[in-house]
């Protein structure tokens, strides 16, 4: 790894207890001028992938680097090497067996993903503007978790002990602002979500936030997906410019890609962990609407949000989704659900004689869906095309619009510490705000926040245009699970998203290969509510049987 990219950190003669003392440069990152990056996307044949910047006009890296940058930076060079074999490609299992066999600790484990997130995210030519912010406390708790690892039976220990975890930064912390990506937000300051207290609690070392498509991607009409303007434009690390991150949980899945930690948790309202699942090669659960508790995340709708795992392995993100877990009394549709994983592993299951439904012209027009397809049937699983049944959407945004008219007011009221920091308090607020600088806050525009304030939909209306999109994405799915008796269904990436959205099915992306321009795909399961845990299985099963994810070759040292 070149000593450029690493500041110090190669400086001859010095020890890593050294480079830790040593006095930390005022400015360890500057700006840059990323005009040329933009005009060479300027024909990109995907219109959203046509930028009008690529750093962010607002954010410091000074300000989210610099604090931690030494301690990150004091791992010795050969000693990285060492840990990345032991760590990139490993599930959290075998990491655990690792630490429990005295061959790595908590703390290096931690460190590790800081050195490689500050040697990756610091350079130009490199970085992903996948980090928003450090945990300022990271090494700190993975210090203490070495402590207390022996004073603690492995049978009281949640397999989520002691890994790494980044958080999408629309998830509430108190140890950093949570923002939305937006500059509205930039200094909000809250308690811990919900999901936040379990992962704690369960061991997890919360290592930062990471960027996001700005207000989860209800916020500009036809944008790139993964910009925010106070992370600027998150890049893929299969192809920097080249491919979409997906969105809105872009930063979490290229996080989880690049090897920044060992999984990462997102929300999806209609795809945004499937879409960035696929793109970046990565698996990515949406679980079934009330299974995990929305309670401290920036909202958009109560309806159809949900945080979800993303991670490296299908076991990972189980094990993420299993520690998440819990009733929160204050989401009224969260429940108590029983424990998702038998140990610390996700067991396959047979596919002999499972029902696959498909869709043909999906089948007909992607050669990885069919490879996917193939191994299944070898496998022994019945594929069975399927016609879903007609189905009008009609009036989609009209439910999150309302949605979030009322949800993100009701969270600026509750959630947010310091008022005097954060102007908004609803969506019209937040609309003036933008205008006041619209080339920095909205440089995209913000057509999507004006066409809730232009939707003249009433509470009766709404409530009935509800009840009638939630029936047509049931009957989506459900006419042919029942015609077919399927085990699920499968799609690619985020393909059939509002339906499972609306539907409230639960979905799980697993990589299936990569397309001759090397960009990344997933196969989609989509399995009837509350069946996480069979689809998991299936999952796992699939994965061990066409074990294709690669790590990015511009990240894999």
Known sequence: MACAALQFSCKDGNTSADRAREDVPERIWEPYDDASEVAANADHPNRRMRYKLIQSRVTDKNDIFRPLYAEALSLDP???????????????????????????????????????????????????????????????????????????PDAERHPVFGMPVLLKDNIDTESMPTTAGAVALQENRTEDAFIVNQLQMNGAVILGKVNLSEWAYYFCDGCPVGYSALGGQTLNPYGRRQFETGGSSSGSGTAVAAGYAMGAVGTETSGSILSPSGQNSVVGLKPTVSLLSRTGIVPISSTLDTPGPMARTVTDAAILL???????????????????????????????????????????????????????????????????????????????????????????????????????????DLVAFNREDSLVRAPYGQGRLEGILGDTTGPEDLEALKARLLAAGMDYFTVPWNAHQLDAVLSVNNRHAAYAALGRHPALCVPM?????????????????????????????????????????????
């Open 78 to 152: 050969a000693r990285y090497r060492e840990l990345r074999g032991l760590i990139l490609g490993r599930s959290i299992p075998e990491i655990q067996e690792q630490i429990l066999g005295g061959t790595l600790t908590y703390e290096e484990l931690t460190r590790f993903f800081l050195y490689r997130i500050y040697t990756y995210e610091l350079p130009h030519a490199t970085t992903l503007n996948t980090v928003l912010a450090i945990n300022p406390n990271a090494l700190e708790e993975a210090r203490k978790k070495d402590e207390v690892l022996r004073l603690v």
């Open 322 to 428: 299993d520690a998440m877990r819990g009733y929160d009394s204050e989401d009224p549709v969260a429940l108590e659900t029983p424990t998702l994983i038998n140990g610390h592993r996700v067991e396959p299951v047979a596919l002999a004689g499972r029902r696959f439904g498909i869709f043909e012209a999906i089948s007909e027009s992607d050669s990885l869906y069919r490879r996917a397809i193939r191994v299944l049937r070898e496998a022994g699983a019945e594929i069975i095309p399927i016609t879903p049944p007609e189905t009008d959407l009609d009036g989609f945004s009209k439910l999150l619009n309302g949605d979030m008219r009322k949800d993100l007011p009701a969270y600026l009221q509750k959630r947010v510490r310091n008022r005097d920091a954060v102007r908004i308090s609803d969506v019209a």
């Open 513 to 557: 290969g990569y397309r001759e321009s090397g960009e990344p795909a997933g196969l989609t399961f989509i399995a009837r509510p509350f069946q996480e845990k069979q689809l998991l299985e299936l999952g796992r099963a699939f994965e061990m049987r066409l074990p294709v994810r690669r790590m990015p070759e511009g990240y894999a040292d």
